[in-house]
Nanobody, 117 residues
């Protein structure tokens, strides 16, 4: 049974940085595409940063140049480095299998990111 656990969220000031981690258990994900998604209150859950099994990325325009997704297959972990954070980045951040909509079987708790003064 695959489980995905996100961590690293918190309260940060505008312009600050956070590094999110997503650890997969129950499987190795060397051959899986992965993605970071986010959902703000009253909004749809959107893909912000995918990474394919071979390392290709395609950031949402809203985060391009500020966020970086990376993966460490040996640790079954995906990271999201978030710099120059803005209040509009406030959301619950999720990782999942897949580079488009995410696997419906594997959504976890997510980790809250709040950008505020």
């Amino acid at each position: 049974q695959v489980q995905l656990v996100e961590s690293g969220g918190g309260l940060v000031q505008p312009g600050g940085s956070l590094r999110l981690s997503c650890v997969a258990s129950g499987t190795t994900f060397t051959s899986y595409g992965m993605g970071w998604y986010r959902q703000a209150p009253g909004k749809q859950r959107d893909l912000v940063a995918p990474i394919t099994s071979y390392g290709s990325t395609n950031y949402a325009e809203s985060v391009k140049g500020r966020f970086t997704i990376s993966r460490d297959n040996a640790k079954n972990t995906v990271y999201l480095q978030m710099n120059s954070l803005k209040p509009e980045d406030t959301a619950v951040y999720y990782c999942n299998l897949g580079t488009n909509r995410g696997s419906p079987l594997h959504w976890g708790q997510g980790t809250q990111v709040t950008v505020s003064s």
